[in-house]
């Protein structure tokens, strides 16, 4: 059947003062910024590897229905991430331990050569997870593979994940608005640091796909790396891909609960530098 739908299941204490046995002063928090360039270098042989995780059919126990339409999205993110520049592969239909399995890969990988990690994952969701074929995974499990502390070669190096999927059940049904207009020397850096994490819906709600055409957020999203890819900072972007969903989409269902409703994606960065896909 044509027509939108969602991807989600059917039915110790610190011491501030001063050292009583030293006598040192409490340490300072505030330090001196360094001089540091702010933009990511492509000063690598490749811009790097591009990995899909395109999840459309799903074990009958899980009580997922399939996602039509997932096979336009991860075509689309194929093509766009290539003319990029990106080595992309596709994974279909993977359970929980293939997805852990191809990332776990991935992360112990060589990518010393490469300046950057996209990994597009369209699949069913909720809350914090991500659903396998067979089941959940939480995406820190996930994402976390590429810490800092655990994927060498990627330290430094903006790490970026497109996640379609539901992330709760809330509907949103809009609202009317008025029509207006680095140094040399070695430096210490979070595990955490320069993740970009683009969901395609905030914390709750639901993620609309269309069946024929792909979900809202994938088609937007190469839409514009399409459009801007090789011209405009990924922040600039993806606030073009926000406001793409908000504006151009509205989803059209024959149950009345599901129709005319709104999406926004949700940005996570903590990213570093400013990246560009183009020297």
């Not at 046995?21 to 933009?39: E, N």
């Not at 997922?64 to 990106?86: C, I, P, S, W």
């Not at 776990?104 to 300046?115: E, K, L, Q």
């Not at 969901?199 to 639901?206: F, Q």
């Amino acid at each position: 059947m044509n027509g939108d739908c969602v991807d989600a299941r059917r039915e110790g204490s610190t011491n501030s003062g001063t050292d009583g046995a030293s006598g040192l002063q409490p340490m300072q928090v505030d330090a001196k910024p360094q001089s540091h360039a702010f933009r990511y270098s492509l000063n690598y042989p490749k811009i790097g590897h591009c990995i899909i995780i395109n999840n459309k059919n799903f074990d009958r126990t899980t009580g997922m229905n399939q996602r039509n339409g997932t096979d336009v999205d991860a075509g689309n993110v194929m093509n766009v991430f290539k003319k990029l520049g990106y080595v992309v592969k596709v994974y279909n239909d993977q359970t929980v331990m293939q997805i852990k399995q191809v990332l776990t890969a991935v992360a112990h990988d060589d990518h010393s050569r490469c300046a950057s990690l996209v990994c597009v994952m369209p699949s069913h969701g909720d809350d914090g997870v991500f659903f396998g074929t067979d089941g959940a995974v939480e995406l820190k499990a996930l994402t976390s593979l590429f810490r800092g502390d655990r994927c060498q070669s990627l330290v430094g190096k903006p790490k970026l994940f497109f996640i379609q999927a539901c992330r709760g059940t809330e509907l949103d049904p809009g609202v009317e608005a008025d029509a207006g207009s680095s140094s040399d020397g070695s430096v210490r850096i979070p595990v955490e640091a320069d993740f970009l994490y683009a969901y395609s819906t905030v914390p709750g709600y639901y993620s609309w796909r269309n069946t024929m055409t792909g979900s809202w957020f994938i088609q937007s999203l190469c839409d514009m790396m399409a459009k801007y890819g090789k011209e405009l900072e990924l922040m600039q972007i993806m606030t073009r891909v926000n406001h793409k969903v908000a504006l151009d989409f509205v989803s059209t269902s024959n149950m009345p609960d599901f129709d005319s409703k709104k999406q926004i994606p949700c940005i996570v960065s903590m990213l570093t530098k400013e990246m560009y896909f183009s020297a």
